[in-house]
């Protein structure tokens, strides 16, 4: 029987890890091992547990760590989109989603979605470089990417400046108040509001395919989803599609931003990153190991449970600390090191494990391969600019490091 920890472990110096917006964390993650793993953060009012196998255990059983949504009111539920949102469900009803955005977004269908909607927003995208000397590429392009992409899945238009930039600003309101934990009533309110627009924005399209189905996203959750057992109404399908646009957007962005990131920062692994599609693969895994772009996931403790030497209790929240995990030294040696030959490459947490593990992972590394080779081909000269702002760790749950101020030099 192992001994009981009551909240005696605690973050070092006061410090929680919501205070590290635009703060590099991986200092205090550091301190945080060396306490030990799960300890107890005041500010957050949570365990964080940063231990890879404890992190992995707590992912596999939902029966005892639930996700955020399973107290999720009304109003969290609205913010989320409603419906048929894959995060909202639970047991069959989550199993049934999961199939069916695994059909949607299964690695055999990555190579024509790679094909029709990801290397023409791509070729937009870098034309928008033309001509210019020097580019911020986190906003410049990493940032104008993955919604475009979901837009033309979705079978809507990717040349909306407006209602891009407006859809990610609404996401962000989201992202905002979830990192929150839930819980700050201000923040709440804006999520709503962003989340009444993006319905404004969807609707229209989700009623004009379920008369004239297409090819698209849209038309395949009202004509595919049903033969998942899937009962769908109008907001059941808006809810599928909100989340597509919410989970594949922002994250992505943050996604090619890291792998950018990693081949600008040092000559050596941008030329691996030029010089092989398997080392590119092994930059954009890294990129995902080494700065974690969701960094943590809040779970519920359903039932008393023994995690490492504590027991957490019912109704208590842990915040499944990833970014932290994917250098647990136990797992990863030399972990803060870029090392494009480790034996397994996908095995880190980037994209959770288990039950809620993310669905649109192929697609993702596809976006990020991609706009990693396609900038680092058409600009054989591209160089961070010396005399420009360099990058830093931005934001807090969902981040990245930016900006990415470049040299871009003659095109080829
Ligand atoms: C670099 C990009 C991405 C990262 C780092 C990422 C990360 C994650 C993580 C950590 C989770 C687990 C959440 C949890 O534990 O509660 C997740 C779930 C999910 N992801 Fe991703 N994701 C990315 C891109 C995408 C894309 C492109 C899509 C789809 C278009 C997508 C769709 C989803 C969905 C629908 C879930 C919910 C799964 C469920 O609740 O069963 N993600 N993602």
Redesign the pocket.
Known sequence: MSMTQERTRTCPMGESVVGFADRDPFGFYEQLREAGSPIWDEQAKAWLVHDFDQCLAA?RDESRFA??YVFADDTVKEIKGGGAN??L?RDGD?VK??RF?FKL?SAANIESYRQNHIAPVLAASLARLDGRETAELAADYAAII?AR??CS?LGMPTDDDAMVAEILACNDAIVAFIASGYRDLDLKEKALAASHRLNEMLLPFIRARRENPADDFISRVWREAPDFGIDLDEAGALGICR???F???D??V???ANALYLVLADPKVMAAARDSEAALSAVVEES?RLM???QF???FCMQDTEVGDTTVKKGEMII?L?AAANRDPERFPCPAEVDLERPEPTGH????R????????S???T??MEATKQIIERFPNLHLDPSAEPPSFRALYMRSMGPLNVILGPSA
């Open positions: 992912e996700n955020a894959i995060t469900s989550h989603l999961r955005h977004l993955p992409v979901i899945l989340e597509l646009f989970a594949g957007s994250t992505t943050h996604g090619i995902l974690s772009v969701v996931r809040h779970r499944l990833h947490l980037a994209f959770a288990g039950t809620r593990s993310c669905v649109g992972s697609l993702a590394r976006e990020m």
